[in-house]
């Protein structure tokens, strides 16, 4: 897969993929990420690329010129009809669908390009949604001050699931979110902390009363912390 980030603050991204499972995903040739700044791509002498709001109103709006000429030299075109078999064009905006572990999944197993959208301050032209955009994603319902960390969530939510990303294919399985449950709780040495002791039953090397527990603890949980799962869960 490879991963094209349009942001005007590039530095922002110096460290953040060079760690854990990104890291070795970009080492092992499964994934690639490039980082470009949207102020190369401006048109005027003074590497604008925002100005003020038709219509009034506080704030400025991202211009759409350096978008659609970044755009058009990673991918040829600026039609989304013309894009090449597998790519995705990501605007990150607290305006998109809401991210799920389903929306990654969709992507890790059928996209080969993704391009991310980094919106500044107010937001975006809307001409850049209407025309280049295949996604409009937000990472929950709050507001952030640029969609940066946005495509950190996304890039690192989908690299995962990347075929051998984790290393062993079986690890996102059991994960929260994928069999419509929050994971189960996990413990490890020393048995007993400080007073506090391990579950008996993971202790006692019967694997399928511990599959129950952790069935049973994982749902236990869910309801308590996310009682909308259970009743969006197909049963
Ligand atoms: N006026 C806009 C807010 C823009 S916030 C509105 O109310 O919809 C500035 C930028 O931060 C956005 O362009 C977007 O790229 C990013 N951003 C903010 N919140 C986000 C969220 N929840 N998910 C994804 N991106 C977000």
Request: hydrophobic share 40%; glycine share 8%.
């Amino acid at each position: 897969m490879k991963i094209d980030v349009l942001t005007i603050f590039p530095e922002f991204f110096t460290q953040v993929f060079e760690f854990g499972i990104i890291r070795r995903a970009k080492l092992a040739s499964i994934v690639e990420i490039n980082v470009h700044d949207i102020r190369e791509f401006a048109v005027d002498k003074h590497k604008m690329t925002d100005d003020r709001p038709f219509g009034g109103g506080d704030g400025m709006v991202m211009k759409p010129e350096p978008i659609f000429a970044a755009v058009e030299r990673l991918l040829g075109t600026t039609d989304r009809d013309e894009y090449p078999k597998g790519t995705r064009v990501v605007m990150l905006s607290p305006q998109g669908r809401p991210l799920t572990q389903e929306i990654a999944k969709s992507f890790a197993e059928n996209a080969y390009h993704l391009v991310l959208i980094c919106g500044p301050y107010e937001g975006v032209d809307e001409r850049d949604n209407e025309t280049l955009v295949t996604d409009e994603i937000s990472i929950g319902d709050y507001v952030l001050s640029g969609g940066e960390p946005a495509a950190v969530v996304l890039t690192d939510a989908v690299v995962r699931l990347l075929p051998e990303a984790l290393g062993s294919e079986t690890s996102a399985e059991n994960d929260s979110f994928s069999n419509g449950l929050l994971d189960c709780p996990h413990y490890t040495r020393p048995a007993d902390f400080r007073g506090m002791k391990v579950p008996e039953v993971l202790l006692n090397g019967n694997h399928a009363e511990i599959e129950k527990w952790r069935l049973e603890r994982a749902l236990e949980k869910t309801k308590r912390n996310r009682p909308d799962l259970i009743e969006r869960r197909k049963w």
